[in-house]
């Protein structure tokens, strides 16, 4: 629905085209008497940030130091959303200090007759200098910051303000909050626009240094947030220079996000609309994966514990569904003829959602211990009403989106009623025969879970195998047979109902759902999963894996599931024997340990149950010779750091996660 503009990262400065003011020193004293009697009264309202700083920036840490930056950058985003800017500079500098630049109106700096002072003494020197000057009486702005720049310049050792203005440039320098020298005029100015330069004060912060990261991390996501607003970040020291535009918005927020997934369909389904002075906007995609990537903001703030927003546009998804389905019932299967209501559910509505909201609201009440909660109720039914109304008419007109869609969201149902179908089993199986263990299981005999494995075994011979090679003190053995192994395409909804399933979950000892799954009944720390290098193999280990990732993603969050890594091959030669977990490893030892094939014997292993016990002991279960590799439900658990990684800037990085995040998918896909 909208193009994308990919971040550009240049190497160079790139020119900034705006007359600079000479530059005057920093160091030039506390000023003249006429300043000393008003700047008493100042330095007792700024005295109080210097006293409790914590109280308006959060902290004296990195995060406090950062906000000094947020603060006078919202201040330029405001003039851009106000029509006024385009462009933002944010420069960090050699000696420490740190300069944000706009094409905006300006500071005002009108003097008033009767004090003396300019409008831009007091927006930098009064705290909450409000109304006229503030510039909260803008029309939105951040709930957390807006604390007013004269914040920054009480926490600056020193801080510089130009201001180019009705064709002239004005520029005032204070220290620690206080004034240090009259406002310079000088005439010739043929742009508008502000630059503020400080330098944190070390009497304050635990560490001064800004970090290239941190700023450009929330840099883009603002330009992510504040659609065509172009945003400059250059390190002098390093010439590093990061520019960030979007003409897309969010949608090239969720664009971005969608690079490592396979979308269910291609445009990005995005809107804005105006309700009630809430200005809303959505940009949503699907991808074939189980995980939600979901943001919210309100006014530029990401509101991570959600709130009324996020309420009211959770609520309008589900309507809207259940709407189309009532209205297409086609789409459902042998579900139909059964007479009863079909009810999407909101958690059927989140698989493999990828989403960002951001709305703007005149006054935003932020609630929680991190204020990252939304509070004020007006929004929710405001959220919900524009949701369903765009959402609804957008899928009617595109039944090509809404369809994969629906399907998709069908099938998160049907795998929900199946899980709620075993849980009762399971519950009633448990009551029935007081939750004995299943009769394949040969449990080990340790009773402390954080020192128990189970090993869960595919293959038929292999099941007889792993219970005579084992650690039976440490090692429990769950043999997995049944019609499943052969049969293509097992909707998961059957195999949850199997009794194989039935019998993991027990000798598991969690149960499973929302309600019943209780992580700390869970009798092993380690579940392996152990199967042939076959399709089949791969086909039942796709299977255990999905049913892991959607049923018991908590084990995987803890680090609890491995899959085994039995060699491929076994090579003799005289009687030195050798096990190769690849064809590269074969080949090397083939080369480097044997001097080639001659006299060499190759045994490729088809199945776990060519191995002997000893065999498969040494090989894949001995935990001193072993491989296992964890199971990662990254985009499951680290949502952030997937966002971070995939924001950050560094290029090494984002690249290894894909790498290993493909290999992810691919387990699941085989
Ligand atoms: C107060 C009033 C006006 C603009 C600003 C402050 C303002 C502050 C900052 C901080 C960084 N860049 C800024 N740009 C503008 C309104 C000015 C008018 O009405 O012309």
């Known amino acids: 629905m909208t193009d994308q503009e990919n971040p550009v ?25 006429e300043y000393s009697a008003r700047n008493i009264r100042v330095l007792e309202g700024l005295e109080a940030v210097r006293k409790r700083p914590g109280m308006y920036i959060g902290g004296t840490g990195l995060d406090g130091l950062h906000h000094l930056v947020w603060e006078i950058v919202d201040n330029s985003i405001d003039e851009a959303l106000a029509g006024h800017a385009s462009t933002v500079h944010v420069t960090m500098h050699e000696d420490g200090s ?22 831009l003494e007091v927006i ?12 909260n009486s803008y029309k939105y702005s951040g709930g957390l910051h807006g604390v007013g720049i004269s914040v920054v310049n009480a926490l600056s050792e020193w801080l510089e303000v130009t201001v180019w203005r009705d064709g002239g440039i004005f520029q005032q320098t204070f220290r620690r909050g206080a004034v240090a020298g009259e406002m310079i005029t000088s005439e010739g100015a043929s742009r508008t626009g502000t630059k503020i330069r400080f330098k944190p004060d070390a009497e304050i912060f635990e ?5 290239f990261d941190i700023l450009s991390k929330r840099l883009r996501e603002l330009a992510f947030l504040n659609r065509g607003v172009k945003i400059v970040l250059r390190q002098k020291s390093t010439l590093k220079c990061h520019l960030f535009e979007y003409v897309g918005g969010i949608a090239s927020f969720v664009e971005f996000l969608n690079e490592t997934k396979n979308p269910l369909f291609r445009d990005v389904i995005s809107f804005s609309k105006e309700k009630d002075g809430i200005e809303i906007d959505v940009a949503m995609s699907y991808n074939d994966g189980y995980a939600e990537q979901f943001f919210a903001f309100v006014n530029n703030i990401n509101t991570i514990d959600g709130g009324t ?3 009211g546009y959770r609520n309008a998804l589900t309507k809207v569904f259940n709407r189309y389905l009532k209205e297409n019932p086609d789409l459902l299967g042998k579900e139909k003829s059964k007479g009863n209501e079909i009810k999407l559910t909101t958690e059927d509505t989140r698989e493999g959602l990828i989403g960002v909201l951001s709305i703007r609201v005149p006054e935003p009440q932020f609630e929680g211990q991190t204020k990252g909660k939304l509070g004020n109720p007006e929004v929710r039914a405001v959220v919900d009403q524009v949701v369903s109304d765009v959402l609804y008419d957008y899928f009617e007109h595109n039944p090509g989106v809404a369809r994969p869609v629906m399907d998709k969201i069908l099938t998160s149902m049907r795998a929900r009623l199946a899980a709620q179908k ?8 448990t009551a029935l025969e007081g939750g004995s263990l299943p009769g394949k299981l040969a449990d080990c005999s340790e009773r402390d879970p954080a020192k128990c494995e189970l090993f869960i075994v595919e293959g038929n011979s292999a099941g007889g195998s792993a219970k005579q090679g084992r650690d039976r003190r440490t090692q429990a053995i769950l043999p997995l047979r049944g019609k499943i192994l052969n049969v293509e395409k097992t909707r998961l909804e059957r195999v949850i ?4 399933i039935q019998d993991l979950i027990n000798a598991i000892g969690t149960n499973v759902g929302a309600e019943d799954f209780d992580i700390n009944k869970t009798r092993y720390h380690k579940l392996v999963i152990m199967t042939d290098a076959d399709v089949d193999g791969a086909h039942i280990r796709t299977l255990l894996l999905t049913f892991f990732f959607r049923y018991m993603p908590e084990l995987i969050h803890k680090g609890y599931l491995y899959i085994a890594q039995p060699p491929l091959y076994k090579l003799k030669k ?14 090397k030892i083939v080369q480097e340990e044997f001097g080639g094939m001659d006299k060499v014997v190759l045994q490729r292993y088809k199945g776990l149950g060519e191995m002997n016990p000893d065999q498969l002991w040494e090989t894949t279960m001995n935990p001193e010779t072993r491989l296992l590799k964890k199971v990662r439900a990254d985009d499951e658990t680290e949502a952030d750091r997937i966002f971070s990684v995939l924001m950050g800037d560094k290029v090494e990085p984002r690249r290894d996660f894909i790498t290993v995040y493909a290999k992810q998918v691919k387990n699941l896909d085989i």
């Open 207 to 211: 560490s001064t240094e800004f970090s």
């Open 574 to 587: 005289g009687k030195v024997e050798k096990y190769a977990f690849s064809d590269d490893e074969k080949d």
């Open 9 to 33: 990262v240049m190497q160079q400065e790139p020119p900034e085209n705006f007359e600079q003011p000479a530059e005057h020193s920093h160091e030039n004293g506390n000023g003249n008497a």
């Open 309 to 311: 927003h996020v309420v």
């Open 124 to 135: 930098l020197t009064v705290l909450h200098s409000g109304g006229k000057f503030d510039k």
């Open 422 to 429: 075993a849980r009762e089993l399971t519950r009633r199986k």
């Open 497 to 500: 109902g199997s009794e194989t």
């Open 98 to 119: 740190i300069s944000v630049l706009d094409d905006g109106r300006g500071i005002p700096v009108d003097v008033h007759e009767q004090t003396g002072k300019s409008a």
